[in-house]
Nanobody
Framework: VQLQASGGGLVQAGGSLRLSCAAS????????MGWFRQAPGKEREFVVG????????SYADSVKGRFIMSRDNAKNTVYLQMNSLKPEDTAVYSC???????????????????WGQGTQVTVSS
């Protein structure tokens, strides 16, 4: 599967952005999805994951209550709505896909199989 992230940009602290990640192929509902971010000089970190159906999500504590991940399997797309953005949210955000088949309802914080290119999010203070 190929993943294409978009929607990044420059926003003031307290503002919002919505990221999208479009996937190729016809088996999108067999993938759990996730968003990760990497700030300059730091390791990549998990942001949020969603189950293949979209019924379950898991958030990093740093974004809980501010970010919302969703998916539209008919459009092969996942979204990340980011609200109340802080300067420390500045990073390159990447989406990832994990092959889970047709039974798993799990959400994963690691072990992803496919990665998209990142999109830059910059939050100014």
């Amino acid at each position: 599967v190929q993943l294409q992230a978009s929607g990044g940009g420059l926003v003031q602290a307290g503002g919002s952005l919505r990221l999208s990640c479009a996937a190729s192929g016809r088996t999108f509902n067999r993938y759990a999805m996730g968003w990760f971010r990497q700030a300059p000089g730091k390791e990549r970190e998990f942001v949020v994951g969603i189950s293949r159906s979209g019924g379950s999500t898991s958030y990093a504590d740093s974004v809980k209550g501010r970010f919302i991940m969703s998916r539209d399997n008919a459009k092969n797309t996942v979204y990340l709505q980011m609200n109340s953005l802080k300067p420390e949210d500045t990073a390159v955000y990447s989406c990832a896909a994990k092959v889970v088949g047709t039974i798993s309802g799990g959400v994963y914080r690691g072990g992803y199989d496919y990665w998209g290119q990142g999109t830059q999010v910059t939050v100014s203070s």
